[in-house]
């Protein structure tokens, strides 16, 4: 890895009807499950033909045996056999901030198990479901809504990070906003994303999310500034939105990944994944 070049890191997060049953979003639990399954084929091949791997961050429950749509173990050990990274994305695709210390403890750890026992390899990066928590007071990120939907002992950054560290992983991706970012956007009316460097919380390397969800107008922009930076921009997208309306739709995840690979090939920036990213700190 070129320390100089910046770094593209590509997440999926790969919810399956874990997810979907657990929707936070308008008109609760969703039947969009099954998609995850079908359309991670049509991504692996997407993928491999613009030369790209990516991380997973997989529902742990879906390695267990079982049947679509809530388990494929074969799947997501065919993800990792392609070159891609098994991430921990919670057992259950629980909401983290609502979390009682042993019942956080327990989700990060299940999720652990059962994804190292499909795929036979350590997995020691974790994506939390919903990006959340945000709270994170020292970095002047504050979530009034956590605090007061998971009442005092919400989960935090720091507290969830610890907890990470301490079952074995080493990596996070992250999305807390500090307040001065937020007032600002408010202002203008819209995100003021830059490329980032890894920061660390209580042990654990942080990625954080710098470009909306999926492939439209400001993530293409980040990518163009992650080629004039040295820094990481950190992007995302859902399997099973590819094949819907909106900014992950496959119609604007070629050109991307097309750009990506035009990037990369012409050494511009560097696509790296978190596992890559914990050995290289190491060093
Ligand atoms: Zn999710």
């Given amino acids: 890895m070129h320390e100089n070049l910046g770094t593209l890191l590509m997440f999926w997060d790969y919810d399956t009807q874990w997810g979907a049953d657990r929707s936070r979003s308008n008109g609760g639990p969703k039947t969009w499950g099954h998609l995850d399954f079908s359309n991670t084929e049509r991504l692996l091949d997407l993928l491999a033909a613009h030369n790209l791997t990516a991380c997973f961050a997989v529902v742990g429950a879906a390695a267990l ?19 891609h990274e098994i991430a921990s994305h919670s057992f259950k695709h629980e909401w983290l901030p609502g979390l009682e210390g042993s019942a956080l403890i327990e989700t990060v750890r299940l999720s652990k198990d059962a994804l190292e026992q499909c795929i036979g390899a350590p997995v020691t990066c974790f994506v939390p479901p919903y990006n959340q928590p945000f709270d994170y007071a020292r970095r002047g990120s504050f ?8 009442g005092r002992k919400h989960t935090t950054v720091s507290v969830l990070c610890r907890t990470l560290y301490e079952t074995g992983y080493r990596f996070c991706r992250v999305a807390y906003r500090g307040w001065p970012l937020r007032a600002a ?19 654990i390397w942080c990625a954080r999310l710098n470009a909306p969800c999926g492939f439209g107008r400001d993530t293409q922009s980040m990518l163009r500034a992650c080629s004039d930076s040295s820094n990481i921009v950190t992007v995302y997208g859902h399997p099973h939105s590819i094949t819907l309306q909106g900014a992950q739709n496959v119609r604007l995840l070629e050109p991307f990944l097309e750009q990506v690979n035009h990037l990369r090939t012409s050494n511009r920036i560097q696509v790296s994944r978190p596992e890559a990213i914990v050995r290289q700190v190491r060093q």
Avoid at 186 to 197: F, N, V, W
């Fill in 65 to 83: 045996p079982g049947v679509r749509p809530y388990h494929d173990p074969k799947q997501i050990k065919r993800i990792f056999d392609s070159g």
């Fill in 143 to 150: 979530s009034l809504s956590e605090r007061y939907q998971a």
């Fill in 185 to 203: 956007e408010a202002i203008i009316g819209r995100r003021l994303d830059r490329p980032l460097p890894l920061e660390k919380i209580e042990g």
